[in-house]
């Protein structure tokens, strides 16, 4: 609870609209789909400048102070584990400049990340980095996870594209890194190193991105195979001979099913797995490019092969991809996705691991992964009330993580650690290594204000 001098102070900096305190705006604030936990005030600051001076208050007062973005989160990394200030960056949210010369542009983090992507394509320019919650996530939400998505395939990770920041220290001091030039190796690395901190060292105030050409076209296959195995070895077998698709998608018959029965968007129902595959490039080659990829679909028995006709079709076609998951929201209380991610050539390996582990639990797990970089989706619906559910489900997702560490992978491709990983670390992070993340954290934040209770 904080005193009402402190709250009076945020007040008169920011003015009483950008500083809530009621309890419903507070439950508002409270959550991310993972879990949630209520903070004491909300601000809303529109300035550098206000960011600032609200820091120098809360470490003053050692208050904590969790940044947050559009809360699609689903690890918890923006809930206030330890109450404070909620600090919603959705109020800074103008596009600064696009600049197809410098092939750049420059934001502020409250920009969702569908509207530089418009403003950007508008002058023939890209900026690849798509996660599916695409339309409602912010840019600073996206630095702080290094999120990720179908594209990153071929395109890389939000880091890959990250010139420099803006950021505002604890302490209040504004600092600069990175910049606009696509070389610069002056000093330490201080733009990746804010890249996927989760809000725990600084609050990202301006983000430069760099832009590459928007390429010319895209063709999209969507193709059923027989079982699985297949298709995670036809995954593999395209990686491997050095075609890179800008998105490979992969979904399992039960998700398949679940989303037709939702949307009737003529799936392959009888299919044992589905991968969507998409290339792009010049016009020339994009034919060649899906004709190579449909060849190694055949040659691992894929039995139904459909290639978009229209730019309609293939939304289409991704609309199951990306809406696909809510339709599971309906099948009981709540849904949990993993995003643990193996090496590609492990995919196959990993698949039997889940299956193995389904049945080992009695639980159904649906399938869908971002195939083409190993980043498998595990999810499973389940009433959290029920106790013996729970249970499982708290032991396959422990499995689940020891299976990818097992195989060379990660606990997490792109969700972030938050709360929810939290208890898992140990399996990938050693002390030392833990260690040197405290260090690095205590000279970013020697009071532990910035979004205490996470990963450090
Ligand atoms: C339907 C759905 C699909 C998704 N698909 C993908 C996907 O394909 N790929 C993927 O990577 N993720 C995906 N996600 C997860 C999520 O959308 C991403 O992690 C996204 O980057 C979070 O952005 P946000 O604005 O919602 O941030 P929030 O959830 O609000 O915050 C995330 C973290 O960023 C910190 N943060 C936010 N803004 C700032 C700032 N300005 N300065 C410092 N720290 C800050 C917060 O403190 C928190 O730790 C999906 C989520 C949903 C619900």
Redesign the pocket.
Known sequence: MLNKSILNELQDLVGKDRCLTAPEDLMVYSH??FCQSKPDVVILPTTTEEVSRILKIANREKIPV??????????G??VPAQGGIV?A?SK?NKILEVNPEDRLAIAE??VI?NDLQVAVEAVGSFYP??????T???????????????R?VKYG??RDYLLGLE?VLPSGEVVKAGGRPIKNVTGYDVTRL?CG?????????KIIVKLIAKPEARRTLLVAFRSIDDASTTVSRIMAAGIVPRALELMDQRYIRNCENMYHLGLPTDAAAMLIIEVDGFAETVDRQANIAREFCENEGAFDIRLAQTEAEADRMWYAR??G??ALYRLSKTMV?E?ATVPISQIPAMVRRLNEIEKKYNMVIYLLA?AGDGNMHPLMTYDPGNKDEAERVDNIIREIFEASIALGGTLT????I?LAKKPFMHLEISPAELDLWKNIKKSFDPKGIM?PG?FV
Do not use: F, W, Y
Not at 66 to 75: C, I, V
Not at 129 to 134: I, K, L, N
Not at 136 to 150: E, F
């Open positions: 991310d789909v969790t940044p947050r973005g559009s809360a699609t989160g689903l690890s990394m923006c600090m960056m800074m983090p409250g990340t980095p798509d996660p599916a919650s695409q409602i996530c912010q840019l600073g939400g996206n630095v702080a996870t290094n999120a990720g998505g179908p990153c990770v939000t950021a804010l901190s989760e809000g725990t060292l600084a609050v990202i105030t990306k809406i998951s809510v996705t995003d971002h491709g792109e969700h972030g938050g979004n996470k």
